[in-house]
């Protein structure tokens, strides 16, 4: 039967990440090369929860011309923070969220984002995708960053068989090789941006097909 497990692992993400370099990098990791700052990775992702990639480019763009800083940020209305993150969705809650974000970083960690995962976890709105994905990317230390496209492309690969990302995190955390944790998110964003869609996959182009058994999928091309 056909499944991707530790004995065809390397083989499977080889295979993933060769055929995902044509296409340009995932947002957040694009915007931390622009800035190497740490607190562009946080808030870019915070604004990225249940948003399309094209907005929160955009969003993310236009809140750090507007506010470099995260002391510029912290000075800016609660209405106009609404207005500037308001194509990313649910930007009532975002807005909050970015502003006390900022606010706790700047008392509590005198402007500087932790780079503990720990600590990550204790800041309010900050959740175990967020803060692995700013630990990997900011702080390049070990964390596995699971969203939707890793926790749905190892299910249908059936490499883990688990409820919920945090549930693959988990999962991952005791089955993948430590090697493969920092870059796993990366290349499995952009493989499932292009080719493991959720919805109609092109199994057809899948450079991985003959190791996956498709569980889950109803319809591809």
Same mark, same amino acid.
């Given at each position: 039967?056909?499944?991707v ?7 499977v ?13 995932p ?7 622009k ?14 929860? =249940? ?13 750090? =011309? ?16 609404e207005k &500037? ?6 930007y ?6 970015v ?8 008392e509590k ?6 780079s503990? %995962?720990?600590?990550?976890l204790? &800041?309010?709105?900050?959740g ?15 964390g596995? +960053?699971?969203?939707?496209?890793v ?36 290349? %499995?964003?952009?493989?499932?941006q292009?080719i +493991?869609?959720?919805?109609?996959? %092109? +199994?057809?182009? +899948? ?5 996956c ?5 109803? =319809?591809?091309?």
């Open positions: 039967m056909k499944r497990n530790n004995g065809n692992i390397g083989k993400l080889a295979a993933v990440k060769k055929n995902v370099e044509k296409y340009d990098e947002v957040l990791e694009r915007f931390h090369h800035t190497h700052d740490p607190y562009w990775v946080l808030i870019p992702c915070i604004l990225s929860l =249940r948003a399309k990639d094209e907005a929160t480019s955009v969003v993310s763009e236009e809140l750090y =011309r507007r506010a470099p800083t995260p002391e510029e940020v912290a000075k800016i209305p609660l209405k106009e923070m &500037i993150v308001y194509k990313t969705g649910f009532h809650v975002k807005a909050k969220n502003i006390n974000i900022t606010k706790l970083i700047l960690y005198k402007g500087k984002v932790p503990s %995962l720990d600590e990550l204790t &800041i309010p709105g900050v175990r995708k967020t803060a692995n994905l700013v630990v990997t990317v900011a702080f390049n230390k070990p596995i +960053c699971v969203d939707t496209h926790h749905k492309i190892c299910n249908r690969w059936g490499y883990v068989s688990t409820k919920n990302p945090d549930a693959t995190e988990l999962k991952l955390r005791e089955i993948l090789p430590l090697k493969y944790w920092m870059k796993i998110n990366y290349w %499995l964003v952009l493989f499932g292009n +493991c869609l959720s919805v109609s996959p %092109l +199994c057809s182009k +899948c450079p991985v097909e003959k190791y058994p498709k569980i889950g999928v109803t =319809r591809s091309r």
